[in-house]
């Protein structure tokens, strides 16, 4: 039986488990931002930040549970006026990413808000698969923070 997938605050999860999420050496591999270690505070820091987001736009990123487990953080965050798409799963949990994202854009999909979602991928990420099947396009790369990453869009209307 499929495990059901539920999208949920970031403020209605322990933070130790975004802690040890993101505390997590694997989980940085793909992260060229993610310069400094995680303590409480910068959980907190966190946290309320993608809360600003939530009350500024009306729209964040999610705490990602399946079967009520804590697998991961994502969702669309306002880029200037772009709806920019970000998914960072716990490693153990890897392979829920298709479902997870599927179930993400097709939100999207039902949100006029939103009428393309862009992805910044570092390029360190050279198993572009999904994006294909999702049918997402290259537009090219981006300077984000001083780090380069691949930019991506998809058409949601």
Same mark, same amino acid.
């Given at each position: 039986m499929?495990?059901?997938?539920?999208?949920?605050?970031?403020?209605?999860?322990?933070p130790a488990?975004?802690l040890?999420? $993101?505390?997590?050496?694997?989980?940085?591999?793909? $992260?060229?931002?993610?310069?400094?270690?995680?303590?409480?505070?910068?959980?907190?820091? +966190?946290?309320?930040k993608k809360?600003e987001c939530w009350?500024r736009?009306?729209?964040?990123h999610? &705490? +990602?549970?399946s079967?009520?487990?804590?697998?991961g953080?994502?969702?669309?965050?306002?880029e200037?006026?772009?709806?920019? +798409?970000?998914?960072?799963?716990?490693?153990?949990?890897?392979g829920?990413?298709?479902?997870?994202a599927?179930?993400a854009?097709?939100? &999207?999909?039902?949100?006029?808000?939103?009428?393309y979602?862009? +992805?910044? @991928?570092?390029?360190?990420?050279t198993n572009?698969?999904?994006?294909?099947?999702?049918?997402?396009?290259?537009v090219?790369?981006?300077d984000?923070?001083?780090?380069?990453?691949?930019?991506?869009? @998809?058409?949601?209307?």
């Amino acid at each position: 039986m499929r495990s059901e997938i539920r999208f949920v605050r970031l403020s209605e999860i322990d933070p130790a488990e975004i802690l040890a999420h $993101m505390s997590d050496p694997r989980v940085a591999e793909h $992260m060229p931002l993610l310069k400094f270690a995680w303590n409480a505070e910068t959980v907190a820091q +966190f946290v309320a930040k993608k809360e600003e987001c939530w009350h500024r736009d009306g729209l964040g990123h999610w &705490a +990602f549970l399946s079967d009520d487990r804590y697998v991961g953080w994502g969702g669309f965050q306002k880029e200037g006026a772009e709806w920019d +798409f970000g998914l960072v799963l716990r490693p153990d949990t890897f392979g829920l990413g298709p479902r997870i994202a599927r179930k993400a854009i097709d939100f &999207a999909i039902s949100d006029r808000r939103i009428p393309y979602v862009t +992805f910044l @991928l570092p390029p360190s990420r050279t198993n572009l698969r999904a994006l294909d099947r999702l049918g997402a396009w290259r537009v090219g790369e981006v300077d984000y923070d001083g780090a380069t990453f691949l930019k991506f869009q @998809l058409a949601t209307e």
